[in-house]
């Protein structure tokens, strides 16, 4: 008898399925428009200059590789916070605002929960309609009972935002709200600065606890715009926790670099947590990598490099924007007559293109061109070289 007879084979995670199904496709002309990274016009995973330089000094450095503190790099954890509330923003050296180095963005959540979990273990969680997959899996796995509210509005392309906030109006005091910072995945949909301010009054007023995902600072306005809603949920002394992946940011997926920010009400207070929150790091891998962390930490404290990265992470920004453009005044050319200038208006990496399920599988079908069932394809996998094919698809699944 097997001690394992008794288990189910899992369902298959459906964007990994579709890459599965992209390498297997032997046509020529083939597209996968259904990851979540960044390629460079080339199609390739850029290697940032930033990231390189740093790496030749730090082999340079022939540095010993001890454990790191269960919180991570000191340093790191400061450059992370730098970018999240802005250098110079005096609650840096408040005490108030505490950060551990995580594994990618998905462990800043997954600590940020299983912290939640112990502090409030009758809350229950709601994510936008729709979120990133993982985050209700996540939320789930941590224990809460993981509900949604409206956020996307099909028949505008747009934030459903009289909804979102009538959803988070009605909610429970106490209740975690998961919330995009910028660069919504999967629609790449926003709220306006006005729109956030008058959701942190909800959240004030109704004693909720955001829980804020920033995974693409940097890919929409600018890596300070990016960042305002932290700054002005901060500034109105809400307390709450930031998830921050530099995955994207940073091209350095694999090397699993994120943080976990909470920001306290004193730096009292932030002491306590703090050492609970590393009871939570230790009982799940006890302290992170030291490989990407250094590297990222280099960057960030380094001037040089940082204008090095901010520079390039502004040309992944502007190549995103143009390759919307570019889709838009293609699909147009093809004789589409649907109005696509939604495309322009959606930030980050992602858009909901408004594509039916039958319309991305015919995509996938007739043509090679791989979305997600949802509509949701990655702008940052066009390029100059694939866009007019994509553009001639779209329009033959549309007419
Ligand atoms: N949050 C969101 C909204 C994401 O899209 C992603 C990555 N796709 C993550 C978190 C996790 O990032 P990481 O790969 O750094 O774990």
Redesign the pocket.
Same mark, same amino acid.
Request: charged share 5%; net charge negative; aromatic share 12%.
């Given at each position: 008898n097997s001690l394992f007879e008794s288990v189910e084979l899992a369902p298959r995670d459906p964007i990994l399925g579709l890459n599965e199904q992209f390498n297997a496709d032997t046509r020529a002309g083939k597209v996968n428009l259904g990851v979540?990274v960044y390629y460079d016009d080339e199609g390739r995973i850029p290697l940032l200059k930033a990231v390189h330089k740093a790496e030749v000094a730090r082999v340079e450095a022939a540095a010993p590789r001890g454990y790191l503190p269960i919180e991570g790099i000191s340093a790191y954890n400061k450059g992370a916070q730098r970018l999240l509330l802005g250098a110079g923003n005096p609650l840096l050296e408040s005490g108030r605002v505490l950060t551990a180095q995580s594994l $990618? $963005?998905? $462990?800043a959540?997954k600590i940020g929960a299983d912290f939640l979990k112990w502090l409030k273990p009758d809350a229950n969680v709601v994510i936008s309609n729709p979120s990133?997959e993982n985050h209700r899996a996540l939320f789930e796995r941590a224990g809460f009972t993981v509900e949604t509210y409206p956020y996307y509005d099909a028949a505008t392309h747009g934030l459903d935002f009289n909804g979102m906030t009538a959803a988070l109006n009605a909610l429970p005091e106490g209740t975690i709200v998961i919330l995009?910072a910028c660069c919504h995945?999967p629609t790449g949909v926003d709220p306006t600065f006005d729109q956030w301010k008058e959701i942190a009054r909800i959240i004030k007023q109704r004693d909720l606890v955001p829980f804020l995902?920033i995974?693409y600072q940097g890919f929409g306005e600018g890596i300070e715009e990016d960042a305002a809603v932290v700054r002005y949920f901060a500034d109105q002394d809400i307390t709450m926790l930031v *998830?921050s *992946?530099f *995955?994207k940011s940073f091209s350095l997926?694999g090397e699993r670099v $994120?943080a976990l920010t909470l920001i306290c009400s004193s730096s009292e207070e932030g002491e306590r947590v703090l050492s609970q929150l590393k009871r939570v790091i230790r009982t799940n891998y006890s302290n992170p990598p030291t490989h990407g962390g250094t590297i990222v930490s280099m960057v960030l404290n380094t001037p040089e490099l940082y204008d090095l990265w901010a520079t390039e992470l502004a040309g992944m920004r502007e190549r995103i924007r143009s390759m919307r453009q570019q889709l838009v005044e293609k699909l147009k050319a093809e004789g589409v007559n649907k109005d696509f200038s939604f495309v322009l208006e959606q930030r980050g990496m992602f858009s909901y293109s408004g594509l039916t399920k039958e319309q991305v599988d015919r995509l996938r079908e007739e043509h090679g061109v791989y979305a997600v069932s949802s509509g949701r394809i990655c702008v940052a996998a066009l390029n100059s070289r694939n866009i007019d094919y994509v553009a001639k698809a779209i329009a033959s699944v549309l007419a």
């Open positions: 979540g $990618g $963005g998905t $462990g959540l990133w995009h995945n995902d995974a *998830s *992946s *995955s997926y $994120g």
